[in-house]
């Protein structure tokens, strides 16, 4: 299986134009965190040092071919002096499949400071890795990601609130030591930020098993992490319908720092035959 290393290992082929490495899957379409991960590394490719990318906003335009490398072409919007703007889209098969906007800012910026509180959430050691709990048909499908670990906490675990639809916490982490490098656990959660998002919407559904698909993906970086120690998923989904579902993430650190927030809208649509694939495809995420 791919490490995050190899994944993130994009090609300069001409000035500001990046090769992502594609990898045998079981998906039927390309991961979107992938897309992401390397779209975001290419950016910062064209970034000075000073600068650290505070914020994404991406959107997956078409399924992405696995067997395929995607090529990414990086457009410099803007350099100013306490922000950069980088716009990259991705192409295979003469396509675009993929856009994001991505803005760095300078590092020594000073101002207000205040965060939400972590959610309480059990101990990760406590929880069973979501590859030794998998059903049999999706055992091939997670053995892909089998470099990070995912323990979603249980649901009689699970300190809810009335006030919100759907709720659903994961902590996650990159089994192996990481570079100290901080673009690259950036970018590695970047990568890992598209898995299991969308499912919070499915959870108060049982028993219905709607296709989904990334449809577009924006994040924050608030605070300093690393992506190889544990980090907890505060996952939400306010709202779902008309085939679609809006879903929401706080990210901490296990010091109950917040250190990154996700928004993502995915499909969520009924009524279709679905292949084994689709269905792997959706509960994967």
């Given at each position: 299986m791919a490490t995050i290393e190899e994944i993130l290992q994009v090609e300069a082929i001409e000035a500001d134009i990046?090769?992502?490495?594609?990898?045998p899957s079981h998906l039927r379409r390309t991961f979107g965190g992938q897309v992401a991960g390397q779209a975001l590394i290419s950016a910062t490719r064209t970034v000075p040092d000073a600068f650290h990318v505070h914020s994404l906003h991406g959107?997956?335009?078409?399924?992405?071919?696995?067997?395929?490398?995607?090529?990414?072409?990086?457009?410099?919007?803007?350099d100013g002096r306490s922000f950069v703007t980088r716009r990259v889209t991705g192409v295979q098969h003469g396509e675009a499949i993929f856009t994001m906007s991505a803005s760095f800012h300078i590092l020594d910026d000073e101002g207000i400071e205040h965060q939400d509180r972590m959610p309480p959430a059990p101990d990760p050691d406590g929880l069973v890795s979501r590859v030794d709990e998998a059903p049999e048909h999706l055992t091939a499908v997670l053995r892909e990601w089998e470099n990070f670990d995912i323990r979603v906490v249980p649901r009689d675990q699970l300190s809810t609130s009335d006030y919100f639809a759907a709720q659903q916490r994961v902590w996650f982490r990159y089994r192996h030591r990481l570079p100290d490098?901080?673009?690259?656990?950036?970018?590695?959660?970047?990568?890992?930020?598209?898995?299991?998002?969308?499912?919070?919407?499915?959870?108060?559904?049982?028993?219905?098993?709607?296709?989904?698909?990334?449809?577009?993906?924006?994040?924050?970086?608030?605070?300093?992490?690393?992506?190889?120690?544990?980090?907890?998923?505060?996952?939400?989904?306010?709202?779902?319908?008309?085939?679609?579902?809006?879903?929401?993430?706080?990210?901490?650190?296990?010091?109950?720092?917040?250190?990154?927030?996700?928004?993502?809208?995915?499909?969520?649509?009924?009524?279709?035959?679905?292949?084994?694939?689709?269905?792997?495809?959706?509960d994967a995420r």
């Open positions: 990046y090769r992502g490495p594609s990898f959107y997956f335009l078409r399924p992405g071919d696995p067997d395929v490398p995607a090529v990414f072409l990086v457009d410099r919007i803007r490098d901080q673009v690259f656990h950036v970018c590695t959660l970047a990568y890992m930020s598209d898995m299991t998002l969308l499912g919070s919407a499915n959870v108060i559904h049982p028993g219905i098993h709607p296709q989904g698909a990334s449809l577009d993906h924006a994040m924050w970086f608030m605070r300093p992490f690393r992506a190889d120690e544990w980090l907890l998923y505060d996952q939400t989904s306010p709202s779902a319908g008309s085939g679609r579902a809006l879903t929401q993430g706080r990210i901490f650190d296990q010091a109950g720092r917040m250190v990154a927030a996700v928004t993502q809208e995915g499909l969520a649509r009924t009524g279709r035959n679905q292949t084994l694939e689709q269905q792997i495809g959706r």
